[in-house]
T-cell receptor, first 111, second 111 residues
């Protein structure tokens, strides 16, 4: 499968714990995006990388969130000191230009 | 005012019906527009880009009215497999590809 992959697919954690998600984009895509989606809402933009450079961050991305794309290939999204409000689907998308292709997402549940 | 607004539905239609979805957006600087389809608990998948001249892909027709900041999607001869949530998506004006999603319109096609 040459699409966008994300791991893990599901994560259950206790409030206050740190979690890290991984995204592997389509190999020739230099743009990578993270979104968050909650029930009944469309995805909301979190952050954007072009190659290894993080070029934009949403106001939604609090200090507890950090994202990296160290070699311009895979990316990680870390959430520190998780809160119940962080429970959501975290989606990664990659893009060669305008059209974005999404991975299956990581569903986070914070107890 | 929300950036991308859609009628949430649900639209319940019989097989073979024609159904139309509408969407309005607030940022006049937006340059790229899309319709995505999202099945329950799955990631969004690109259905089609929307061009100023209007575009058609099989049973699906998308149109854009920049003056009114209005986007539409027409589905002809609807199939059971068309049942999904349809997300109107607008590229954030002045951004580097950040997408603003509507909440989606739910379509249910019945036999």
């Amino acid at each position: 499968d040459t699409g966008v992959s994300q791991n893990p697919r599901h994560k259950i954690t206790k409030r206050g714990q740190n979690v890290t998600f991984r995204c592997d984009p389509i190999s020739e895509h230099n743009r990578l995006y993270w979104y968050r989606q909650t029930l009944g809402q469309g995805p909301e933009f979190l952050t954007y990388f072009q190659n290894e450079a993080q070029l934009e961050k949403s106001r939604l991305l609090s200090d507890r969130f950090s994202a990296e794309r160290p070699k311009g290939s895979f990316s990680t999204l870390e959430i520190q000191r998780t809160e119940q409000g962080d429970s959501a689907m975290y989606l990664c998308a990659s893009s060669p230009r305008n059209e974005q292709f999404f991975g299956p997402g990581t569903r986070l549940t914070v107890l | 005012r929300k950036e991308v607004e859609q009628d949430p539905g649900p639209f319940n239609v019989p097989e073979g019906a024609t159904v139309a979805f509408n969407c309005t957006y607030s940022n006049s600087a937006s340059q790229s527009f899309f319709w995505y389809r999202q099945d329950c608990r799955k990631e969004p998948k690109l259905l089609m880009s929307v061009y100023s001249s209007g575009n058609e892909d099989g049973r699906f027709t998308a149109q854009l009215n920049r003056a009114s900041q209005y986007i539409s999607l027409l589905i002809r001869d609807s199939k059971l497999s068309d049942s999904a949530t349809y997300l109107c998506v607008v590229e954030e004006g002045g951004s580097q590809g950040n997408l603003i999603f509507g909440k989606g319109t739910k379509l249910s096609v019945k036999p």
